[in-house]
């Protein structure tokens, strides 16, 4: 059974640093793509970053601007976030899917709330 459980999240002043993790239990990363969303309140859900396990390609959105790595091991999926702003806040949920190329998640975590404020 597919798992997904994501930590790391928490309270931290703008221009400072997180990281998140997100535990898999079920499988290994290295068939799936793994991926990072977000949701602010009132917004939609939307894409982060993913990468994919077969590959190592990694893509981000552009709100990104470089400040964001995406990496995981065979078990973990991280996702380091610097220079973060107060737009960056939100509810980070962790996906999978088992493929190579299709970054829509099929498995869900229940998401870590990111709150970046003075």
């Known amino acids: 059974q597919v798992q997904l ?4 999240g928490g309270l931290v002043q703008p221009g400072g640093s997180l990281r998140l993790s997100c ?20 917004a939609e859900r939307e ?18 601007e470089d400040r964001f790595q995406i990496s995981r091991d065979m078990h973990n999926t991280f996702l380091q976030m610097n220079a973060l702003k107060p737009e960056d806040t939100a509810v ?10 299709n970054y829509v998640p099929a498995h869900w975590g229940q998401g ?3 709150t970046v404020s003075s």
Do not use: N
Not at 5 to 8: K, N, P, Q, R, T
Not at 23 to 42: C, E, H, I, L
Not at 48 to 61: D, F, L, P
């Open 5 to 8: 459980v994501e930590s790391g």
């Open 23 to 42: 535990a898999a239990s079920g499988f290994t990363t290295d068939k799936y793509v793994m991926s990072w969303y977000r949701q602010a309140p009132g």
């Open 47 to 64: 894409l982060v970053a993913y990468i994919i396990g077969v590959s190592g390609k990694t893509q981000y959105a552009e709100f990104v």
């Open 92 to 101: 980070y949920y962790c996906g999978a899917r088992h493929s190579s190329f």
């Open 112 to 114: 870590t709330q990111v």
